[in-house]
């Protein structure tokens, strides 16, 4: 059985950081472009930051550039958030793509497996 488990997430005041890790298990991910997105009350998915399997090129959402990094290495996939607004607080959802590029996963297109989420919560 495929599954993603994300881990990390928590109560943290504004300004402050959190990292956020993804584990794959089942299957490996590693030739394939992985995803961060989340999800406000009330409010639909959106992508946050996407790597690619090649070059680990990246990409984020305009609302985060600066702030967030993603990372991964051959077994995990990373999300560094730092200056956390109360913004931000939102469950976290982690994506493995169908390809080695982020071109689709980042309109939320093409993506083969989510993880079930870890909820981030910042305080002002």
């Known amino acids: 059985q495929v599954q993603l488990v994300e881990s990390g997430g928590g109560l943290v005041q504004a300004g402050g950081s959190l990292r956020l890790s993804c584990a794959a298990s089942g299957r490996t991910f590693s030739t394939y472009a992985m995803g961060w997105f989340r999800q406000a009350p009330g409010k639909e998915r959106e992508f946050v930051a996407a790597?690619?399997?090649?070059?680990?090129r990246t990409n984020y959402a305009d609302s985060v550039k600066g702030r967030f990094t993603i990372s991964r290495d051959n077994a995990k996939v990373y999300l560094v958030m730092n200056s956390l607004k109360p913004e931000d607080t939102a469950v976290y959802y982690c994506?493995?793509?169908?390809?080695?590029?982020?071109?689709?996963?980042?309109?939320?297109?093409?993506?083969?497996?989510w993880g079930e989420g870890t909820l981030v919560t910042v305080s002002s």
């Open positions: 790597i690619s399997s090649i070059a680990y």
């Open positions: 994506a493995a793509g169908t390809t080695p590029t982020i071109g689709t996963l980042m309109y939320g297109y093409g993506i083969e497996y």
